[in-house]
């Protein structure tokens, strides 16, 4: 049984014994998609993204011409092996400078996206906090992980979209 199921039922005596336990959900993903802040972080992020794909092709680009030039090379029968040989490294060398851009790449949009959306994501959670403090709620549940809400759960969704583009 996992623990948030345990924790539930660890506190339902408590909150039989308490009738004014309130509960409710939000949309997380809907309240950043809300926020303006949110949005041009994407937007950016996705460009950086684009240019490094582009890179990226232009040399994947670079290592198909090279190995098209080997190809030919290669059915001449009158071309040295160690020209050969030496064209087959350029191009495993391309090859392997083209993984660790990607790899780099990768690493440097994932520290991006870090820097740049978890400032926005703790504006959410204390907007989330203070609709909790302020309707005096119990539990606030993420609206992608209930199985079920009964009619006694709100969505304080529109609220805290409304405390982050204050």
Known sequence: MSRFVLSILLCVPFFAASQ????????????????SDYVFVQRQLFETSQKYHQEYDKMSADIDKKFEDYQTLNQELSAPQTIKERRIQEIQNLQKKAQQFLATAEADLLRQETQLVDPIKERVREAIRQAGLEGSYTFIFPASQPLFTGIEVEDITDLVKEKVNR
């Open 20 to 35: 004014t336990a309130k509960f409710a959900v939000v949309d997380e993903n809907a309240v950043l998609e809300s926020m």
